[in-house]
């Protein structure tokens, strides 16, 4: 037995934002535009105009799909968390049955009880969140970030999968809402495991140094804001190395699961190269941090992880097992 549900629900608003922004004033133009197409001799621009429209809708609808929800009572035995950015290859999509199957044989392998996934992809063909779902028999949510599958054929999101039930799902753009085409989020969602209560949010920051390290402090904020006391599981493509000023004052007031466990060494999760195959840049993208609540966890045990056969992405998986910190080894 198994429920799925859209559920509406408004991103958190940015303070701030520049009332001249972009996306307020496409907001604002968008009914006169409207009345405009309807003039005789532009139907034909109608299409697009309904295309960009479209992707310039504002993220704020849920996808809910619940199955069987598992027993909780059980014992406690830690939580195993999974962390990937599944490289959506929008347009050309290639071999994506095949990297999605490698993936789903990585947390088969692992024994994953949640998975933070970012570039969730969505066409009329197939929707990767709920071929996720049904292959491994999880609870998920999802919400779009970019594009429009209705409106262009493709979109992108971010997506929580859990073993346990998911509640109370939260939703937030980070940074500047300047762009209405573009935008870079946080999906969050509580978690019953049988070791208690956590909160779980995947994320995807942008890519503009200035702009990723205010989307990030949005980010604390917001995760710090919540103020459920619960510890919080953080984890995605944060696309900022580790020696980035952001990311070492994340690690200040979070816990970075892979470096808690392997405090040196190389630790790379994305490679860029050249359209010829030299390598140009190697570097840490991909985290999963702990915030630590009233009820502390530590982590276990954290590694990077690819599918063998066909990597299923240009990123690294994160893996990191935590359990509560009161729980003897």
Not at 130 to 137: D, F, K, P, Q, T
Not at 216 to 225: F, P
Not at 274 to 302: S, T
């Amino acid at each position: 037995m198994s429920l799925s549900q859209e559920v509406n629900i408004e991103p958190h608003l940015q303070e701030g934002v520049s009332p001249q922004g972009a996306a307020y004033v496409f907001h604002r133009l968008k009914p006169h535009l409207g009345r405009l197409l309807r003039l005789p001799g532009l139907h034909f621009l109608r299409p697009a105009a309904r295309s960009v429209a479209a992707v310039a809708e504002s993220p704020g609808k849920l996808t809910v799909h619940e199955r069987v929800e598992r027993e909780t009572t059980q014992e406690c035995k830690g939580v195993t968390v999974l962390s990937a950015n599944l490289w959506h290859d929008w347009p050309r999509q290639r071999w994506s049955l095949e990297r999605l199957e490698g993936f789903a044989r990585l947390v088969e392998e692992y024994g994953a009880d949640i998975l933070l996934i970012q570039e969730v992809a969505r066409t009329p063909q197939l929707r990767v969140d709920e071929w996720l779902s049904e292959r491994l028999g999880m609870n998920h949510i999802y919400t779009r970030a970019n594009g429009h599958e209705n409106g262009i054929g493709f979109e992108e999101g971010l997506a929580v999968f859990s073993r346990f039930p998911l509640k109370q799902p939260s939703l937030r753009q980070l940074g500047s809402r300047a762009n209405p085409f573009v935008r870079r989020m946080a999906l969050g969602a509580q978690v019953e495991t049988p070791c208690g209560k956590v909160m779980a949010f995947s994320v995807h920051l942008g890519l503009a140094r200035r702009q990723n390290a205010l989307q990030l402090v949005d980010l604390r904020d917001w995760i710090s804001r919540l103020g459920s006391g619960l510890p919080a599981l953080i984890g995605g493509d944060f696309n900022a190395h580790e020696n980035s000023p952001q990311i070492r004052q994340a690690q200040s007031s979070w816990v970075d699961a892979y470096r808690q466990v392997k405090p040196k060494g190389e630790a790379t999760t994305h490679e860029l190269r050249w359209p010829w195959g030299g390598l140009l840049r190697r570097a840490r993208l991909d985290y999963i941090f702990l915030n630590n609540g009233k009820q502390p966890w530590r982590v276990l045990e954290a590694v990077h992880l690819q599918a063998e056969e066909r990597p299923h992405s240009d990123h690294h998986a994160v893996l990191a097992h935590l359990v509560p910190a009161s729980q003897p080894i």
